[in-house]
């Protein structure tokens, strides 16, 4: 497990998130809820880093929703900044774009 998910964690631990408008038209869209989310950190797999985004480091994450469904979330820092994390979007990945344990994009 990579330090950056366990400093994430940590921080949504500690109520030091934010969630973005996107996010939450995102979450909205696809009838997800943000404590879902929030609350479905710790069970975390990482899916895919992005330690060098110029916005700042981010990570896939692929979680549950509290029927059991998969649900990619996308989680932040800002550049230059260690707190708070930011939940830049979640959604439902789609079968056709992703492997059958949704950890891998499918090749085109």
Known sequence: MSAFVDHL??????DLFE???HAF??????????EDIV??????VVVEEYPD???G???????????GNPVHALWGIA???SSPAF????YRPATSKWTDDFLKRRVK
């Not at 964690?9 to 500690?14: M, N, P, V």
């Not at 979450?27 to 997800?32: A, F, K, S, T, V």
């Not at 609350?39 to 975390?44: C, F, H, L, R, V």
């Not at 480091?57 to 029927?67: A, C, F, G």
């Open 9 to 14: 964690r940590g921080l949504i631990a500690q």
């Open 19 to 21: 969630i973005s408008a």
């Open 25 to 34: 038209a995102e979450l909205n869209n696809d009838g997800l809820l943000a």
């Open 39 to 44: 609350s479905g950190i710790p069970d975390a």
């Open 53 to 55: 985004y110029h916005k």
């Open 57 to 67: 480091p981010s990570i896939l994450v692929l979680q549950r929703d509290r029927y």
């Open 79 to 81: 550049k230059g900044t």
């Open 87 to 90: 939940l830049v979007t979640a």
